[in-house]
Structures are given as structure tokens and as C-alpha cells.
């Protein structure tokens, strides 16, 4: 079943752009100037500051503040679900958006990391409001600074791409851009979500009080990166990712084995 079944001129598209890392990230402003391209309608809904690892987490035990900075342009005390969550049920209520640009995240989320990440949260938000949505990151290495002419330059086209026609409900699609500059990029793929998993650290340090806090960071297992080649993975840093996701998280392919342990109405 197709998410919408109009289709507004490119032109006369309402975008809402969102993301995790702020409402002062240089990726936002790149991606603000985007949709722009796009469209003279457009909103920018954001983070008041950075929500990166939130995934689609809501704030739901507190209230939340919205501060209108100028024309169409808001920061959030919440996650960038929350935001999608404000500006399409009271920010935008009055003609829901019909694009949801997520980004441009300062790193890659591909793998098990997509899973994690906000700028994916604030898409897959998008995508059980039934809007057409669009998560896009740029791969630039720990600690790096991202290459953001690249998606500057190719995200009009890709854009304009994937909203020539429908999509299923609660899909929406997960961009990577490469750690390279645009004469650098080769070619625009469509891959699956690879898995490579990760290796988890847990620092304990000690405040001013000589009381225990603790820090988490990870690293990817190198290796398996390295050979993930079939997936958004790719190690080849001239390639785009494109991937399909959807929000639900139905295992199909263990569906057939649970049935067969549960076949006679097992109750404990």
C-alpha cells in the first residue's frame, strides 16, 4: 500500500528538516539549503542541542519546550523524535509535511549503528506519520570533519529521485555518503543494512568528589567490516549508500521456526 497517493509538485513541497546533532549543526544548515533547492517551503524543527545515540526514544515523564528562533525555524528541548512528533501534530498541524529530511548527521550510520542513531529515529518517526522520509549522514572517520560539499552536491538529485515515486508505508530510506570529496565518488548503490557488530568499552573515572561516573564508547570490529562488502558496509569510500528500512522489526525469517515450537498452543 502506497504511503500517499498524491503527488505534489517538487516545487510545491512542504519539507521538514530535522536531525540529532543540534539546531547549530553545519550538517542542518547544508541540508536547510538542500531542501531549499527543492522547495521554498520549508521547516527547520531541531534539537536544542545534541541528541546523537537517541534513536527513537520520546520523552514522555517531562514536559517539552519549543522556541521559535525565526520564521520556520525551531529548536526542541526533546529528541529528534520529539521534534518530528511537535511540528507535524502542532507546529505544522495545519498541513502535515510531505518530506522529512533527517541530517545531515556528522558520521555514518550504516550497520548496527542505524539502529542507535537519531538522525535514523527522526526518519523512522516520519515514517509511521506515513510521510516520505529521508535519513542522510556523512562518513568522516572519528573525530573527523565531514566532507559536506559531497552530500551538497548530489543530495538534490538523489532527493528528487526518490520522491518521483511511491513507497510502501513505513519505509523510509537511509543515505550514507562516503568520507570523500564529490570528483571522488564513483557511483550511487543500493544496499542492505549490513551487521558487523561492535566492541563495547566502559570507562570509570572519578569527579571532583571522588565519586565513580562512567563513560561508553565503541569500536567496530574491523575485520568484519572489511569483508561486510554486500552492504550499506561497503568499504570503498567512492560509494553512496541508499537502504531501504522499515519500521517495524518482524524477524520473517524466524517466523516459520517459532511455529513449529509453538504449534500445539504451547501456553508454558
Not at 2 to 9: G, L, M
Not at 111 to 126: E, F, K, L, P, R
Not at 217 to 231: A, C, G, V
Request: charged share 20%; proline share 6%.
Amino acid at each position: 500500500m502506497a504511503a500517499s497517493k498524491t503527488k505534489p509538485s517538487v516545487s510545491g513541497l512542504r519539507i521538514l528538516v530535522c536531525n540529532d546533532d543540534g539546531i547549530q549543526s553545519q550538517g542542518l544548515k547544508v541540508l536547510e539549503r538542500v531542501a531549499k533547492t527543492l522547495s521554498p517551503d520549508v521547516w527547520i524543527v531541531a534539537p536544542e542541542y545534541e541528541q546523537s545515540g537517541r534513536s527513537n526514544a520520546l520523552t514522555l515523564m517531562e514536559s517539552l519546550r519549543i522556541r521559535e528562533i525565526s520564521p520556520r525555524r525551531f529548536s526542541t528541548s526533546g529528541t529528534p523524535a520529539d521534534c518530528v512528533i511537535l511540528a507535524v501534530n502542532r507546529i505544522l498541524s495545519d498541513k502535515k509535511p510531505d518530506l522529512i529530511l533527517s541530517g545531515i548527521n556528522h558520521g555514518s550510520n550504516i550497520s548496527d549503528s542505524a539502529i542507535m542513531s537519531g538522525t535514523v529515529g527522526g526518519a523512522n518517526m516520519g515514517a509511521q506519520h506515513l510521510i516520505k522520509s529521508i535519513a542522510i549522514s556523512q562518513e568522516c572517520g572519528r573525530g573527523g570533519v565531514p566532507k559536506l560539499t559531497t552530500p551538497e552536491y548530489f543530495l538534490p538529485g538523489i532527493i528528487k529521485k526518490l520522491i518521483s515515486f511511491d513507497w510502501s508505508e513505513r519505509v523510509f530510506v537511509n543515505v550514507n555518503f562516503p568520507d570523500a570529496l564529490p570528483g571522488a565518488v564513483k557511483k550511487t548503490a543500493v544496499l542492505p543494512q549490513g551487521f558487523i557488530g561492535m566492541d563495547w568499552n566502559v570507562a570509570e573515572r572519578l569527579d571532583p568528589n571522588n565519586n565513580p561516573y562512567y563513560w561508553i564508547s565503541s569500536r567496530w570490529h574491523e575485520l568484519s567490516r572489511k569483508t561486510n562488502t554486500d552492504s550499506d558496509v561497503m568499504t570503498d569510500s567512492s560509494i553512496i549508500s541508499v537502504t531501504p528500512m522499515i519500521s517495524t522489526f518482524t524477524a520473517d525469517s524466524f517466523m516459520d521456526t517459532l511455529k513449529k515450537h509453538f504449534s500445539n498452543a504451547y501456553c508454558g
